[in-house]
């Protein structure tokens, strides 16, 4: 059987009545369909919590003056990720254009911060070029053998 989960309201509604003890906890626990455990226990936690409300008042202003700052950096940092979007596009665009696949090849660095994977899709080269050597034979010997 799946809890019945009350809202923050209602629960709010509940200890308040009990507060004004205009009605016993179990008049207040029946007329709701309640336990009144249940009902102690939130009230526990209401007065546990109620000096908080006025705190909270006075750390408001610094709350909306972190989030003022955390929004502008949002901002920023969202200017700069479309920036660098538009340049990467730009330099796909012309790397592939200008440039030939063997000299773009020869733009990938294993020592990069940068993985190897992530270099070939910029460069727009296959990744398993970064691991070929290519082999030079020795015309000399090839014909010496033969």
Same mark, same amino acid.
């Given at each position: 059987m799946k809890r019945k989960q009350y809202t923050p309201e209602f629960k709010a509604k509940v200890v308040l009545q009990v507060l004004r003890e205009e009605k016993t906890l179990g008049e207040i626990a029946a007329d709701n369909e309640l336990n009144p455990n249940q009902i102690r226990n939130w009230k @526990? &936690?209401?007065? &546990?919590?109620?000096? *908080?409300i006025f705190s &909270?008042? @006075? $750390?408001?202003k610094e709350i909306k003056a972190k989030e003022k700052e955390m929004e502008e950096d949002y901002q920023e940092l969202l200017a700069k990720v479309r920036k660098l979007? #538009? &340049?990467?596009d730009w330099l796909k665009k012309n790397l592939q254009k %200008?440039?030939?696949?063997?000299?773009?090849r020869s733009l990938l660095n294993v020592n990069s911060r940068l993985s190897i994977k992530r270099q070939s899709e910029l460069l727009l080269v296959n990744r398993t070029s970064a691991y %070929?050597?290519? #082999?030079? *034979? $020795?015309? *000399?010997r090839h014909a010496l053998s033969n």
């Open positions: @526990r &936690e209401f007065l &546990e919590n109620a000096p *908080k &909270e008042s @006075r $750390d408001a979007t #538009v &340049e990467r %200008y440039l030939a696949p063997i000299t773009r %070929y050597a290519p #082999v030079i *034979k $020795d015309i *000399k």
